[in-house]
């Protein structure tokens, strides 16, 4: 996505009533600052964490809401079909293999 359709994409969203990603603690979003800078700012609601395969393929990072109970892996741009926790990965706090 371009700087202008980010841009007029998070002015929609606060629009709406979402918190900007310049609020710190507050925000609603995060902006991705570069692939080799990573973000400008993590707030404790956004953990990254380290997914592992009960399979031979390598561990691999996720981002994930804190304290959530998410136990399924989202592709947001292919739309694949990815591993459950349990199932065919596991990560922080560890369950095993169900």
């Known amino acids: 996505m371009n700087g202008m ?3 007029a994409n998070i002015d929609a969203l ?3 009533g979402f918190v900007g990603p310049d ?3 507050e925000s609603d979003m995060v902006l991705w600052a570069s692939p080799l800078g ?5 707030p404790s609601w956004l953990s990254h964490i380290d997914v592992e395969f009960f399979d031979d393929r390598p561990t691999c990072k996720a981002w994930k809401l804190t304290n959530s109970q998410i136990y399924g892996l989202v592709d947001f741009f292919n739309g694949a079909e990815l591993p459950t926790k349990g199932y065919e ?3 922080e706090p560890k369950i095993g293999r169900i």
């Open 5 to 7: 359709d980010l841009h």
């Open 38 to 42: 990573g973000m400008s700012y993590q």
């Open 14 to 16: 606060k629009g709406y």
């Open 23 to 25: 609020n710190g603690e």
């Open 89 to 91: 990965c596991d990560w």
